[in-house]
């Protein structure tokens, strides 16, 4: 195998920020006569080699690791980016087990741009005969999205591509974000792996759930920054509202969350990268710590604002959306904490040596 | 993460050595009604590490097992937690505050005085706080008069650690009270068998005894003890309080993370299974754990940061914010789990750190986190006005 030269994360973060800094208008979803450039975006991205990060050497990828994905992920939540890019990227992990054919293709076309793809669980549709039936709600996607990667839960996944589907954007109360409802009526599917594998699919589902967690430690970062710019010079009763105790105090705590956050987020793409036993449950926790987090301070951002952060007009509302979106997309949160319950039951187990 | 080898050598070296050396029975002697199993217990354990070089790592080349990297002294830290052995309650000031304030700030003939006797098992106690000087510490009052090669000193010091039990204390006392408040204090070091001091233990809420208030009539201490010259205290004070360079943390979360299990026994121990835990509580369980997780990286970093000197402005008091938190939140939910049963008074074990499952006793213990050491609330100025730039008030 050839030898892979690591990319020093920092600086992908720089370009993203740079990158993203001059082409993203967060605004612009929520203006009248204005709507983001995402196609422009999403090229731009492409043309940054972006989607071939994590794509292997030997498929003419640059063969990183989730270590190069991580700040750009964050950097995206910084700048409530109206692109999403972790469905296609997750559709990558995949290639690590045993794919079919029809998985090789749809990376080729993710790595080139052509190929979107949407990540959804089984849910209720029906797979029989090479193809799929029933009826996706709330599914995250870019707006041309053009394939669908539908997750079973004994580690199945299929492809279909989305031209032979019903196909709806909903909108969003987040616009930085598009939900589509998906109908299936019979449409061709080729299994993604060539043999089922929980690992394959827990992989994909974590890497969402991974892109997430940096997502809402970006968009935590960005609001906080901006709630203490408003802390240090909006003046009442003649000084500054950040000198008051009560209020200082709560952006202290917001910081030692996310610090905490990042410390979670961190700590999960270490262990996602490393390919550790227990990165599946790390990288669920962690979205969960950062997602508890984002929401706190996105609200609390609302309050202490004022009531300028109660309009429109403001930005706040922009990140209060997406922390709480954030939270909501792949199963509500409580279920996500069942889901990963039994493997830190059992670790816990194992410590009472 | 891999690690560098000689790191790995270190760790597997002192995980072999802990289970042969820890004091038979620890937990059964430091109980809380056995004052002198507790000493004894805590006097074996030191000797112990002394006598393996694990006692002084931080202190210079020529003590046992001295000049010891930051990283290697980690390593010691997370293999004691690790290796559930007992917690230096009693000899941590001795080791730390009061050998490296000396090894810092002290004279030839201080060093000499007293390093030795640390080793040996003198109990050293801090000075500081008084009744009227707990978060502004500068405002302290206790006065020191110079009389010929003696400085006469007055006053009350308070929340010293076992200072019933100690030998010396590291003596911040006010020379000048005139000047402005940090630029007139002196820094003594005073012996606790000096006539004129008074110490009585103070009962906590838990019923443990484990921090003293002093009162100092007319205490005379020789010039000689005094450390860096007078109305200079301040400053040496600053060393004291920042000897243990972070280590006490890589111990606690390190325990902490290590006692995740005693959740899990504290919710089966009416004899219920794990599977029928009930679903909230399966939920609570699993954000601790993830939250401890967090802690524990971010302490990691930290340390990793802290040996390369690349340490910024509020580290600490973020994670000390952040470990008081999740503890409370910990002890709170362990308490909650065993229910009633964790109400029953149980005798608690002496210096066994936060965890040892008598969860009502660790809940009520865990306050003294969130107040020792700068308070929560001091943590939070600093986390606020240095590290957030938000105007002081």
């Known amino acids: 195998m050839m030898d892979i030269e690591t990319i020093d994360p920092e600086e992908l973060r720089d370009a993203a920020a740079r990158m993203l800094g001059d082409m993203v208008e967060r605004r612009a979803p929520y203006d009248p006569g204005k709507s983001a450039d995402r196609a422009g975006l999403y090229g731009a991205m492409v043309e940054q080699g972006w989607l071939l990060l994590t794509v292997p050497a030997e498929m003419d990828g640059l063969g990183q690791s989730f270590v190069a994905l991580a700040p750009i992920y964050e950097e995206l939540g910084k700048a409530i980016s109206p692109v999403v890019l972790a469905p296609s990227l997750a559709a990558l992990e995949l290639l690590a087990f045993n794919p079919g054919d029809a998985l090789t293709e749809l990376a080729a076309g993710i790595a080139g741009g052509e190929a979107r793809v949407a990540v959804a669980d089984q849910g209720s549709v029906s797979v029989a005969g090479g193809t799929l039936s029933g009826a996706l709600t709330g599914v995250l996607a870019d707006e041309s999205a053009t394939h669908l990667l539908l997750l079973g839960a004994d580690g199945q996944a299929w492809i279909a591509d989305l031209s032979a589907a019903s196909v709806i954007a909903q909108d969003s109360w987040d616009r930085s974000r598009i939900l589509h409802d998906i109908v299936l009526d019979g449409v061709a599917a080729q299994a993604a792996l060539a043999a089922p594998d929980q690992a394959a699919t827990g992989r994909v589902r974590a890497h969402c759930d991974l892109a997430i967690a940096w997502d809402n430690a970006g968009g935590h970062a960005r609001i906080l920054d901006e709630t203490l710019d408003y802390l240090r010079t909006r003046k009442q009763f003649d000084r500054a509202i950040g000198s008051f105790q009560a209020l200082k105090h709560r952006a202290a705590d917001h910081k030692v969350d996310l610090e905490v956050a990042r410390g979670a987020a961190r700590n999960a793409t270490r262990a996602f990268a490393a390919g550790a036993a227990d990165a599946v449950t790390v990288a669920a926790q962690a979205r969960l710590v950062t997602e508890t987090a984002y929401r706190a301070m996105a609200e609390d951002a609302v309050q202490l604002h004022g009531g300028i952060g109660f309009t429109w007009e403001h930005d706040c509302h922009l990140f209060l959306k997406r922390a709480i979106l954030n939270e909501l997309l792949y199963g509500r949160a409580g279920e996500r904490r069942d889901r990963i319950a039994p493997a830190v039951l059992a670790k816990m187990a194992q410590g009472r040596a | ?393």
């Open chain 2, 1 to 393: 993460m891999s690690e560098e080898p000689d790191l790995e050598a270190l760790r597997r070296e002192v995980r072999e050595w802990i289970p042969k050396n820890v004091p038979a029975n620890w937990r059964e002697r430091q109980a809380g009604d056995n004052i002198e199993g507790f000493l004894e217990c805590q006097r074996e354990w030191l000797a112990k590490l002394v006598e393996a070089g694990y006692a002084t790592p931080h202190w210079e080349h020529e003590w046992p097992g001295g000049g010891r990297s930051l990283p290697e002294q980690v390593v010691i830290f997370e293999e004691m937690a690790r290796g559930d052995a007992p917690r230096m309650s009693l000899f941590f000031v001795s080791l730390y505050h009061a050998a490296m304030t000396l090894q810092e700030c002290g004279s030839q003939a201080q060093k000499e005085k007293y390093l030795p006797g640390i080793l040996r098992g003198d109990v050293w106690v801090q000075g500081f706080s008084e009744p009227g000087a707990g978060s502004d510490l500068a405002s302290l009052k206790t006065r020191a008069v110079l009389d010929g090669d003696h400085y006469v000193v007055n006053g009350q010091k308070i929340w010293s650690t076992l200072g019933h039990f100690a030998d010396h204390c590291l003596l911040l006392v006010r020379t000048d009270p005139d000047a402005k408040k940090q630029a007139g204090i002196t820094f003594l070091l005073m012996d606790m068998k000096t006539p004129g001091i008074d110490v009585r233990p103070i009962k906590q809420i838990t019923g443990d005894e484990e921090f003293a208030e002093m009162f100092l009539d007319n205490v005379r201490i020789p010039v000689a003890n005094r450390v860096g010259e007078e109305n200079k205290g301040w400053g040496v004070a600053q060393v004291t309080l920042s000897s243990e360079r972070g280590l006490t943390l890589v111990e606690l979360v390190e325990r902490l993370y290590g006692s995740l299990w005693r959740l899990l026994e504290a919710a089966t121990k009416g004899g219920f299974a794990a599977e029928a835990l009930d679903v909230e509580d399966r939920r609570r369980i699993v954000d601790i754990t993830a939250r401890v997780e967090a802690l524990r990286a971010m302490v990691g970093e930290a340390m990793v940061r802290k040996a390369a000197g690349n340490e910024q402005l509020g580290d600490a008091s973020i994670l000390k914010l952040a470990y008081a938190r999740i503890l409370r939140d910990f002890c709170e939910l362990g308490m909650k789990l065993e229910g009633i049963g964790s109400q029953r008074f149980e005798n608690f074990v002496l210096g066994a750190g936060y965890e040892t499952s008598n969860w009502m006793f660790d809940f009520m213990n865990s306050y003294q986190w969130n107040i020792a050491g700068g308070s929560n609330e001091i943590q939070r100025n600093i986390v606020s006005e240095r590290m957030l730039e938000l105007p002081r008030g």
